[in-house]
């Protein structure tokens, strides 16, 4: 038995933290650590659209390599599906976005699979992690696909798929345990289970550690006008958090203070203390300030509610299970609206936050580079704001960041990179870039960061909102950019002042020999905004250029947009 290893006491972790890593170092080291016999091959396959899934992917290698596996880990964008057959052991990480599709690594993938193309998967030991967010009615639909399909295939599931509900580190832990404790010949090394279970948190700042940031500046963008959108500059001074162009920052949020105090007065009972996901227990009115969600309902908090309430109405939604009913129900209600419409009967806080999701922290695409304001993070912020049901509401992140900062006030923020949103590492190449409101925010950061470095590459932005007058975000730094140089051309459209409403994606058309141009020239297209409905009109836009101006057939179009994809020549960060 190999000798303890000890851990200094001023190393900078917990007496818990201490005890863990003396304990697996150890087991590490000992003789018989690692199991008998030839390695398992493993084969971890990720379709991520923001980074998360990716993320997780590489956390589950580095665990494996702990273990006697022989880890493989493949992005479904770039993944030889020849060899899908061919698998040993498939462990599958995918996330939901848009309206229950895959993300754009993995489209391809999908479509093969769910064809008549698919080949048979009998030798095949699968199970999938999938990542979603349960205030969407297709949650986790790309996942739940994947599973479904294999199954159908022929392959064997070794463990059942878990579905994540926006945070992962739970539901993560019990995935990766669990296919383990399967895929081990001689069950799972205990130094393996440990490092899956206890993980030792990253140094530093992060998203369970997130740094108190000071605001530097908060304005609103727009002019007078319906609209409001507030550029944000958040200072990183201390923290030693380093970020790239592309990447999102989280923000933490907190829940509105008089909208919680209401909640609290109509509730049926005294309020306490409660515990909350960081294992400590705080009064009710600061865990529904900071800890809980009270901003969206769904079908899962419905459900629970109706458990516990009278209301024929919930009862008759929740036997119906009708989507279209589930949407028209929770569109422009929040908890406030359960409390107050729909009674219902819990015995203490305890039972009354056992029904609640986590606060979860909101991802913002950074709009600045790193380059043109070191130790600085920069926002572009729409705050939501609207009527439903005879009350004013609004987004929660953004309302709080908009009205409920004081001097004092410091949100706790983290970085959250994202790989699939890179510019291209040649400044030669031309850059075109399609980001509508909000969806400016990268794209003024990668034009800093394209004039910082001296990037050569033409660059060229589709920019557009409803009023050119009131709704010109950056409008004096984007004329700057033409000035010097940095912005080639500028395409802008205001679709409400005309009688005919345009969009980007008219721009695109009217331009499209210019930009096919730009594509034969080995130029990378980047769109930014709004999945449902914008980026799903650019895509057409494209493909409709592709059979125009590049005299492809329909099915030519969808693989050279395909391929586009694949040479990261057509990314997209989209919400």
């Not at 399609?434 to 033409?458: D, H, N, Y």
């Amino acid at each position: 038995m190999a000798s303890p290893i000890q851990i200094p006491d001023n190393a900078p972790f917990s007496p818990e933290q201490r005890q863990w890593l003396s304990d697996f170092l150890s087991s590490m080291l000992a003789p018989n650590a690692m199991p008998a016999g030839p390695a398992v091959p493993v084969t971890v396959l990720f379709g991520s659209q923001t980074g998360t899934a990716e993320g997780l992917a590489k956390k589950l290698v580095k665990t494996l390599k702990k273990g006697n596996f022989e880890p493989n880990m493949q992005d479904m964008g770039s993944y030889d599906r020849e060899q899908l057959p061919k698998e040993k052991n498939l462990l599958v990480i995918t996330s939901t976005y848009g309206d229950g599709e895959p993300p754009d690594s993995a489209l391809e993938l999908h479509t093969w699979l769910m064809s008549d193309e698919a080949p048979k998967l009998d030798e095949v030991n699968f199970s999938v992690l999938s990542l979603g967010d349960s205030s969407y009615p297709d949650f986790c639909q790309c996942g739940t696909e994947f599973d479904t399909r294999f199954e159908e295939l022929g392959a064997s599931r070794i463990y059942q798929r878990v579905d994540v509900d926006v945070d992962p580190d739970e539901p993560y832990a019990e995935w990766s345990k669990g296919v383990i404790a399967v895929l081990a010949p001689e069950g799972p090394p205990a130094a393996v289970a440990s490092y899956v279970s206890e993980d030792i948190e990253e140094a530093g700042y992060s998203k369970k550690n997130p740094f108190p940031s000071a605001i530097l500046k908060n304005y609103n963008l727009n002019g007078p006008g319906e609209k409001q959108t507030n550029h944000i500059e958040i200072s990183l001074e201390g923290s030693e958090l380093e970020y790239e162009v592309g990447d999102a920052l989280g923000v933490y949020p907190q829940n509105p203070e008089g909208v919680v105090d209401e909640i609290i007065a109509a509730l049926p009972f005294r309020a306490g203390d409660v515990p909350t996901s960081t294992g400590e227990e705080v009064g009710l009115r600061e865990a529904l300030i900071h800890h809980y969600d009270i901003g969206n309902i769904n079908k899962s908090l419905i459900e629970k509610w109706q458990k516990r309430s009278g209301s024929p109405y919930l009862r008759c939604l929740v036997e119906a299970d009708d989507r279209k009913q589930w949407e028209e129900f929770c569109w422009g209600r929040d908890l406030i609206d359960l409390v107050l419409n729909y009674p219902a009967d819990f015995t203490d806080g305890e039972d009354f936050v056992s029904v609640l999701k986590k606060l979860q922290p909101r991802l913002y695409s950074i709009a600045s580079s790193p380059k043109a304001h070191p130790g600085e993070v920069h926002l572009c912020v729409g705050i939501i704001r609207y009527d439903s049901h005879g009350r004013k509401r609004g987004g929660i992140c953004s309302t709080y960041l908009s009205d409920r900062l004081d001097g004092e006030t410091k949100p706790g923020v983290y970085l959250h990179h994202n790989n699939a949103f890179r510019l291209p590492e040649n400044g030669d190449v031309p850059v075109i870039m399609v980001g509508p409101g909000t969806g400016i925010a990268p794209f003024r950061a990668f034009l800093e960061e394209r004039k910082s470095t001296g990037a050569k590459g033409p660059n060229w932005l589709f920019f557009g909102n409803p009023h050119e007058k009131s709704d010109f975000l950056y409008r004096e730094d984007l004329e700057a950019f033409q000035k010097d140089g940095t912005l080639s051309r500028m395409n802008l459209a205001w679709s409400r002042d005309q009688k005919e409403k345009i969009y980007v994606q008219d721009l695109m058309l009217k331009e499209g020999a210019e930009f096919w141009k730009w594509l034969q020239e080995g130029a990378a297209f980047y769109v930014c905004g709004d999945a449902s409905r914008m980026a799903k009109d650019v895509d057409a836009a494209l493909l409709g250029i592709a059979q125009e101006h590049g005299k492809l057939s329909e099915e030519e179009a969808a693989a050279y947009v395909s391929q586009l994809k694949k040479g990261k020549r057509y990314l997209r960060d989209v919400y």
